[in-house]
């Protein structure tokens, strides 16, 4: 799911080059479709998320859902291009939470786009991500829901400062995050996750932790995602 996120190379390898489990692997793939209206939203993007080693330095985090949007379409989720990159999957339903730290100074929104695409497909958008560097691009990025009455009620695309993006190739599922300050402050150059987190980033949102705020939301909910597809995938002995 986002950046590079937690991928299942092994399940998508298997999926796509035919060595051996290519029943169970297509069953995995579809049983993934339907995980946005079999499974709670609560199990989803729970209330609270903890981070164990997830800041700046191996720091803990924890984070507390503020909202929750309503499940929907893609409409304005996005901006212009990625929009563009990702219409090819097709929007079968998005599902996003906004989340912010135990000191309410940051805000992420977290999100899981379940698609309408084959596993040819999802693994032909993974590649390019990957050979392209999509997931850098300052123009290709996920918005966030800025909730009204809450924490992150300031949170627009001038706040965004650091994000990831992460297209699954074993579900058909692109997960993302996008993170900002709680106080409502512009970001003139936000910087992917990836780098922000990255040895040596000096940029406002490294030094914040910014970066980490996005990747460590986005593969915990991930990975949250990834417990529910093995679930969903369980086999009656």
């Known amino acids: 799911m986002l950046g590079v996120g937690l991928i299942g190379g092994a399940v998508a390898g298997s999926l796509l080059t035919g060595d051996g489990g290519d029943a ?8 993934a479709a339907a995980l946005w209206h079999s499974v709670p939203v609560d199990q989803l993007f729970p209330t609270t998320v903890e981070g164990v080693g997830a ?15 309503p499940d929907s379409g893609c409409a304005h989720a996005f901006d212009p291009l990625l929009q563009k990159v990702l219409a090819p999957l097709g929007c079968q339903r998005l599902l ?7 000191t309410q100074s940051y805000v992420t929104t977290v999100g899981l786009l379940f698609t309408k695409a084959d596993p040819a497909a999802m693994s032909a958008l993974a590649t390019r991500f990957r050979t392209e560097r999509l997931d850098r691009r300052t123009d290709l990025m ?3 829901y800025a909730a ?5 009620a300031a949170f627009g695309d001038k706040q965004r400062a ?13 997960a993302y995050a996008v993170s900002g300050w709680a106080d409502g402050r512009g970001v003139d150059s936000p910087q992917p996750a990836a780098d ?3 040895s040596g980033a000096t940029t406002a949102p490294a030094q914040a932790g910014l970066g980490n705020e996005a ?3 986005a593969d915990r909910i991930e990975r949250r995602l990834r417990e529910h597809l093995g679930t969903a995938t369980e086999k009656p002995s």
């Open 196 to 198: 922000a987190v990255s």
């Open 96 to 102: 996003r939470a906004t989340y912010t730290d135990a």
């Open 142 to 144: 996920p918005r966030p």
């Open 148 to 152: 009204e009455g809450s924490v992150a």
């Open 215 to 217: 990747q460590g939301l």
């Open 162 to 174: 650091s994000w990831t993006v992460s297209v699954l190739t074993d579900a058909p599922v692109v």
């Open 55 to 69: 800041g700046p330095g191996g720091a803990d985090r924890t984070w507390t859902r503020v909202a929750v949007a």
């Open 24 to 31: 169970a692997a297509v069953d995995h793939f579809t049983s």
